[in-house]
C-alpha cells in the first residue's frame, strides 16, 4: 500500500494527521503518535529504514502554543486508536508540559521521547544539553516553514511589531536546527531571525535522537 500524501503545513498546524502514513504489512501495527511538526520527519523515517508494520497519527502542532492541553489531547487519542494496534508510541518530548505528559504516558502504558522538546532530540539530547545556550530562540525545518503562525501572529507582532523587544530582548541568537539541506529554508530562516532583531545561525541536525528511538519502537513489535 503506498502512503497517503502528506497534508501541507496548516493542516498539519491546525487539524492534523488521521492514523496512516505507513505503507502495510503483515505483522502486528504499531502507531506513532506525534505532533504534526514532526509528521515528515517521522514519515520520512518510516520510508527510509522499510518499517512497514508502522503507522502514523499526528495531532495538531498548534497544541505547543497551549501546551498544558497536550496531555489531554495525547490521553484521548490513545484511547481512541488503541484497539487498533498493538502498541502505541509517542512521538512528544515534554514539550513545556512540565512532566504532566511523562505521567499520562505512563498512567497509560506508552513509550515516549525523553529529553524536554523537539530542539533538544533533534540535536541530541547530551549535545544540546551540554550547549547550554540560553540566549537562544530556536527553529526546526517545521518551524521556518510555519513561522507566522506559531510566532508572529499568535504574540501579535504582526498588528505590534513593537512588542518585539518585549517578547525576544533577552535573546541574542536565532538558531535553525536544520533537518534538511535546503538553501530556501535557510534563507527563510534567516529572514525570521532579522525579523525578529537576532544573530543568526544554522546547524544541520538531521533526524537526531529521533531515528535511534524510533528505530527502537520498530524493532520491538
Known amino acids: 500500500m503506498v502512503a497517503a500524501p502528506l497534508p501541507d503545513d496548516t493542516t498539519l498546524t491546525e487539524t492534523g494527521l488521521a492514523p496512516g502514513g505507513g505503507a502495510r504489512g503483515g505483522c502486528a501495527r504499531v502507531l506513532m503518535l506525534a505532533c504534526g511538526a514532526l509528521a515528515r520527519e517521522v514519515i520520512d523515517l518510516i520510508a527510509l529504514n522499510g518499517w512497514t508494520h508502522l503507522d502514523v497519527a499526528c495531532l ?7 501546551p498544558d492541553r497536550i496531555p489531554a489531547a495525547v490521553e484521548a487519542a490513545v484511547d481512541r486508536h488503541r484497539a487498533d494496534y498493538a502498541r502505541i508510541c ?3 518530548a515534554d ?6 505528559l511523562a505521567a499520562t504516558c505512563d498512567r497509560l502504558g506508552v513509550e515516549m521521547v525523553a529529553g524536554p522538546h523537539c530542539y533538544a532530540f533533534f540535536d541530541g539530547l547530551a549535545a544540546f544539553t551540554a550547549r ?3 540566549t537562544a530562540f530556536y527553529l526546526t525545518d517545521f518551524l521556518v516553514r510555519q513561522f507566522d503562525a506559531f510566532v508572529i501572529r499568535p504574540l501579535g507582532l504582526d498588528r505590534h511589531p513593537e512588542l518585539r523587544d518585549a517578547y525576544f530582548g533577552n535573546y541574542e541568537s536565532l538558531i535553525y536546527l536544520a533537518q534538511t539541506d535546503d538553501p530556501d529554508l535557510d534563507s527563510r530562516a534567516r529572514a525570521c531571525a532579522d525579523r525578529l532583531g537576532l544573530a543568526y545561525a544554522r546547524r544541520f541536525t538531521g533526524y537526531g535522537d529521533l531515528a535511534p528511538v524510533m528505530a527502537g519502537w520498530a524493532e520491538r513489535v
Open 60 to 66: 495538531p502542532a498548534i497544541l505547543h502554543n497551549t
Open 132 to 134: 547550554e545556550e540560553m
Open 95 to 100: 514539550c513545556g508540559t512540565g512532566g504532566r
Open 90 to 92: 509517542v512521538v512528544y
